[in-house]
């Protein structure tokens, strides 16, 4: 590994890997649960957990689901609706069912091992190029890079590349540009130190739209820095193009009907594609009129329209139009579900703002 002494010599490009190193060693985080392990299983919970999802959600979901399933042999013998309901609330609910898929992938066709290379563990199910790197770095000091959407900022400011990462190529001769940017040499450590201090760099320095160049440990061979254009990288012609939508949640609530406490709600499990695909929901519906064809008139008048929920997904602004109606302990309900008691709803996957929404019904 080459010190920061000696890289003073060396071309700006190539002071990155040891800067980055040395900063990460000093500066970055270290108190991360999943960190300070080479244990496949973990690193790859992680990773997959902060897909799109921010460090301070983690921390609550990584703990729990480790508890109840400490290792891939565990996870793969779950239920999938046991995995659904520990991931509820994390939102991307595919990468939960492709992370169950992946599981039962490493233990049917690998003898419950990790393969120990990013290429091999791209094969298995969910697991994309950079997640493999990330395993494949920590855990075994493959000479690889990462190459998520907060490295790909730092990287393209770091290299002023001008790129347009809304196209394939340009992403593909970045990738190889990160692949250059690699410490020469690496030992185990050094790819760790470096593959987190990629992490780190552009969680709490590099920011989207506040970066804290100040803070910055490559900040002297840093190219738009130097040109003062930092916010002009990355270049990414393609927005996002976000549709608004309007769902009707039928809510059907009865007592139990065996006489036990509390209440039951009428549950779907939703299509295995699309919003929410396998999780738990009322009966959803296109428009009011809808709902309503879909229940005996007498029982019209009896619906209680409740506040509207927003919810936010990648591409879409959902809006919730929630219609509770009690019905008797012995009636059939509409459409085809099933009931569930109010106090098994945690076994169940629901989509956050649906567990949040039955947990908020007045009584």
Not at 257 to 286: H, M, N, S
Not at 318 to 345: F, I, K, N
Request: proline residues 7%.
């Amino acid at each position: 590994m080459v010190s920061v002494q000696e890289a003073g010599a060396l071309a700006p490009q190539a002071l990155f890997a040891p800067y980055l190193i040395t900063w990460q060693r000093h500066s970055g985080r270290s108190g991360l649960p999943w960190q300070h392990t080479r244990d496949p299983y973990r690193v790859w919970l992680s990773e997959v957990m902060l897909q799109q999802t921010q460090v301070s959600t983690v921390l609550t979901y990584y703990p729990r689901f480790l508890a109840r399933f400490p290792d891939v042999q565990a996870l793969a013998a779950a239920a999938p609706d046991e995995v659904m309901a520990l991931w509820a609330g994390l939102g991307y609910y595919s990468r939960a069912r492709n992370l169950h898929r992946c599981a039962q992938a490493v233990v049917q066709l690998h003898g419950g091992v990790f393969p120990a290379t990013a290429e091999g563990l791209q094969t298995l199910p969910g697991i994309g190029a950079s997640t493999a790197a990330a395993i494949a770095a920590f855990c075994h000091g493959e000479r690889i890079s990462i190459l998520d959407g907060n490295v790909r900022r730092v990287l393209s400011r770091l290299l002023a590349f001008d790129g347009d990462l809304a196209q394939t190529q340009p992403q593909r001769e970045l990738w190889a540009l990160a692949q250059s940017l690699l410490p020469v040499a690496p030992t185990l450590d050094d790819m760790t130190a470096y593959t987190q201090g990629l992490m780190d760099l552009g969680a709490t320095v590099c920011l989207r739209s506040k970066p804290l160049c100040p803070r910055c440990p490559v900040q002297s061979v840093c190219r738009a820095h130097a040109s003062d254009e930092v916010q002009r990288y990355p270049v990414k012609t393609r927005r996002l193009v976000r549709r608004f939508e309007s769902w009707w949640l039928l809510v059907l609530r009865s007592s139990n009907a065996d006489g036990k406490a509390g209440t039951r709600y009428w549950l779907q499990r939703r299509p295995d594609k699309g919003i929410w695909a396998e999780l738990y929901c009322p009966p959803v519906f296109a428009d009011e009129a809808t709902l309503l064809a879909a229940l005996p008139e007498v029982l019209h008048a009896q619906l209680q329209a409740l506040a509207p929920v927003a919810h936010s997904l990648t591409h879409r602004e959902l809006r919730l139009h929630p219609m509770l109606l009690e019905v008797a302990p012995q009636a059939d309900a509409w459409p085809a579900g099933q009931w569930v008691d109010e106090a098994d709803l945690a076994a169940y996957g629901l989509p956050a703002p649906v567990r949040l929404l039955l947990q908020a019904l007045p009584g």
